[in-house]
Nanobody
Framework: QVRLVESGGGLVQPGGSLRLSCSAP????????MGWYRQAPGKEREWVATISTGADTNYAASAAGRFTISRDNTKNTAYLQMNSLIPEQTAVYYCRLTTSVATIKRGDWGKGCEVTVST
């Protein structure tokens, strides 16, 4: 019901940077919290970072100091700036956002984008 469009993934060398974006084009819903998650092969999907409506941010320990989550409410877009990437951060990254209409709230996931950190 809420289409999320993710982009920015790809192949990057160790130490490089990528910026992921997640947009909800044309949504009629109010976008609340936005977040990024990732899933490596054989592992459960794990939380990476979230940003609230008021732009308060929270990071997983592995992301703190290395990743930066931000949002542009005028574009209905969330970003994840990833610096100093290491191979262990190779995963499919998923955007998640929560929306609301009146008192009704829901969460939606993007389809994911691949990030590969390798030489």
């Amino acid at each position: 019901q809420v289409r999320l469009v993710e982009s920015g993934g790809g192949l990057v060398q160790p130490g490089g940077s990528l910026r992921l974006s997640c947009s909800a084009p044309g949504t009629i819903f109010t976008i609340n919290e936005m977040g990024w998650y990732r899933q490596a092969p054989g592992k459960e999907r794990e939380w990476v970072a979230t940003i609230s409506t008021g732009a308060d941010t929270n990071y997983a320990a592995s992301a703190a100091g290395r990743f930066t989550i931000s949002r542009d409410n005028t574009k209905n877009t969330a970003y994840l700036q990833m610096n100093s990437l290491i191979p262990e951060q190779t995963a499919v990254y998923y955007c998640r956002l929560t929306t609301s209409v009146a008192t009704i709230k829901r969460g939606d996931w993007g389809k994911g984008c691949e990030v590969t950190v390798s030489t």
